[in-house]
Each structure stands twice: as C-alpha cells, then as structure tokens.
C-alpha cells in the first residue's frame, strides 16, 4: 500500500517535542487566546513576512473573517477560480456576497491574469468613487481572491497590477501554499490580506482545525482580532455582534513546533515531486508546470493530468495506490452553486481539467522506493 498522506510518520519524528508542548499547555491552563497563541502569531507572521497575524478557528474562517474585513458585503460581489476547494467560494457566499468566477492559466493551473483582464473590460465600468462596477448586476466588484492551488503561488505581479487598476482588494487564499514564494515573496504576504489554514493533511498541519489571517494592514489586523472573540474590541467593550472563532492554544503550541520543520519538509517535498518527474513518462500524462526561477513550489499536491485518467482511478485501488482528485467538479457546476446560473462550458479551461486530473501521494516521509512504485504502475497503466 502506498498512502496518500500518512501523518503517523511525521508524528514519529516529531513525538516528543509535540507532546512536550501539549503538556506545557494543559500545565499553564491558557487554552484560550494565550501566550502559545501570541507567540505562534508572532512566528508565522515573521516567516511569512510580514507584520500581523491572526489566529483563527479554520481557514474557511480565515477568508470569511479577511472578506468582513474588507467590509465586504451582501451589495458586493468577489471574484475567484472557479478550480478549488469549495471553501473559497462558501466563505464569499457568508458575507452575502456574489461569488464571480474567472478562468485558469492552462499551465499553473491558477487564476489566469488575461482572463481576468478580459472578464473586467468585457463586463465592468470602473467608477472612481463607487469602484469597480459590474455592468450586468449593478453591484460593486470589491475584492479578488486568486487561490495559490497545490502549492504554487499564482501569478501575483500581474494580479496586482489589475487590481490596483480597477481599485480591487486582494485576499490570498495560501491555504495549500504555506512556505511558498513567488519573486522571494512568501504566500500570504502579497495581497492585501492572506489566509491559511492548518487542516492536519496541509503542509503546515494542526492536531485538528486551525487557521489563520496575515497581513501589513493594521485596521485589518485590528478587525479580525474584534470579529474572531465575539465582536470584543476590549473587556466589556462588544462593538459589533462577533464570531466564536479562535485558534485555541493547544493547536498554536503544536504549530509553533511544526512551523519549525516545515522549510525542511517543503524540500521533501520538492525532492519527492522531481523525483516523479524523472520517472513519470511526460510523453503519456502532463507533469505539474514549476518554473524555480519565479517560484518556489510548496507541492501540497502532486497532481498529473491524463486524458485515461478514469481508467486510472479504477486500475490504481487494486494496485494497492492511494490518490485524490482535486478537485472533481469546478465549484460553478456543484449544485451548493447552481443558483449562480453558470453553465457548462462557461470556463473551458477549469473544465476540462477536471476530467483530466489526479493527485498522487505526496508527503514529506514519502519514501523513493514508493514514488517509484507509484510512477512504474502508472506508467504501465497508459
Ligand atoms: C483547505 C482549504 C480551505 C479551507 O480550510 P479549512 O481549514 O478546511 O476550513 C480553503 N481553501 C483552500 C484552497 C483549501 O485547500
């Protein structure tokens, strides 16, 4: 059997330094909004690079809270891909916002700056006061989620450009891009606001659900921290109706020990992909696209496209191979979507990859005996 994500061994490397660190929390007793908490915040803003982080329950949290932040709201509308986790898109749905979806670049697999481009000049007139207007709905495009997918970063300069343009907030969702760099800039440093989450099979993973929000803005920073402890801007001070949504402490102390690892297991990471590469037959399938010279790759996912690609997921169980899809249906044809009154054939690109894709076993203990395992079945499957 060759797993698909195995953290029983990660756990093995790291047993006692975690467990020191659990048991210091449940000795002090700050389980919440304690100092483990303070400190973790305080690290992972200065690996990411920069000021302010804020711990938060998951990272559906974490985007939900950035976009009400944002001051986003039921007359707006936010643009993202319509290739992702789902997540993305519901924690648009929670502010009341409309979900607008964009195109993917055929090779990085992320939003496409042409595309949106395109989608703007097409559709928005950009008034200077009110902002971006949508021609057909009447409502103001205010923000722009570009989702750094399988772990590399989308292309954030182009991105910038057209947002600073058109007067777009950008929140990052790097919930599967922590350590990840475009242009020697960490994910989640960027855009206006960055989100994470730590779901234990994401590169930087908890012991259950966490989250958190990065950012240079202190207003942001500041309304986050209100709106995660029930709208609490200080002791007996609710200023406006909250959320329950922190990260507890437990989960801080065992990220604090994890975030310390995870430059090293980002390089596993990069090691496990290339070694695929040079064992997968490029002729049969296509490859993740990676250019080092812009990026660093963080390879959440190991995801390979094939035209066979169902007959793959029905061969692979039986060869005792794990895999995932990534995602199976793009989030404007999910029935949670169909009020958006998408269609088929409205994002070729996303579409026809999602009949394309599937994600190999990738973790940093992944061993190359199970790579090559992995890549000789596959490339004996085509
Ligand atoms: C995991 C993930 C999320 C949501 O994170 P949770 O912690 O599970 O709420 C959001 N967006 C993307 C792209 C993700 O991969």
Request: glycine share 8%.
């Amino acid at each position: 059997m060759v797993p698909f994500v195995d953290l029983k061994r990660q756990y093995k490397d790291i047993k006692d330094e975690v467990n020191d660190a659990i048991q210091g929390v449940i000795d002090n007793t700050q389980f919440i909004l304690g100092e483990e908490l303070k400190l973790f915040e305080k690290e992972f803003a200065d690996y990411c690079g920069v000021k302010n982080a804020v711990g938060v329950a998951n990272g559906t949290d974490a985007l939900f809270l950035a976009l009400l932040s944002c001051d986003i709201g039921a007359s707006d509308e936010v643009i993202t891909v319509p290739n992702t986790f789902i997540a993305t898109v519901e924690a648009i749905s929670y502010t009341g916002a409309q979900p607008i979806f964009v195109d993917i670049d055929s090779q990085s697999y992320n939003l496409s700056p042409s595309r949106l481009r395109e989608f703007i000049e097409t559709n928005c007139d950009l008034d200077e006061k009110k902002g971006l207007l949508n021609k057909k709905s009447g409502k103001v495009i205010k923000a722009l989620i570009p989702v750094h997918l399988y772990g590399q970063p989308a292309d954030m300069d182009e991105i910038m450009n057209i947002a600073r343009k058109y007067h777009l907030l950008v929140i990052e969702d790097a919930c599967q891009a922590h350590g990840s760099e475009y242009k020697g800039k960490r994910a989640g440093s960027m855009g206006d606001i960055g989100c994470f989450s730590f779901y234990p099979g994401k590169n930087l993973g908890a012991y259950g659900d966490g989250g958190m929000v990065t950012t240079n803005n202190d207003e942001m920073t500041e309304k986050v921290k209100i709106l995660r402890d029930h709208g609490k801007a200080s002791k007996f001070d609710h200023k406006v109706i909250g959320y329950n949504s922190r990260l507890d402490c437990l989960q801080a102390a065992i990220l604090r020990v994890k975030l310390r690892k995870l430059d090293g297991w980002n390089e596993r990471r990069r090691e496990n992909a290339a070694y695929y590469g040079s064992l997968l037959d490029s002729s049969k399938i296509t490859l993740p696209f990676y250019d080092p010279k812009i990026s660093r790759h963080v390879f959440h996912l190991f995801v390979i496209r094939s035209d066979k690609r169902n007959e793959l997921m029905e061969k692979l169980p039986s060869e005792g191979i794990s895999f995932g899809i990534h995602y199976p249906m793009p989030v404007h044809l999910t029935g949670a979507y169909s009020h958006l009154n998408y269609k088929k054939g409205d994002f070729p690109v996303a579409e026809k990859y999602a009949d394309e894709i599937l994600s190999l076993p990738m973790f940093p203990e992944l061993t190359k005996d199970e790579i090559s395992v992995v890549a000789k079945k596959i490339n004996g499957m085509l």
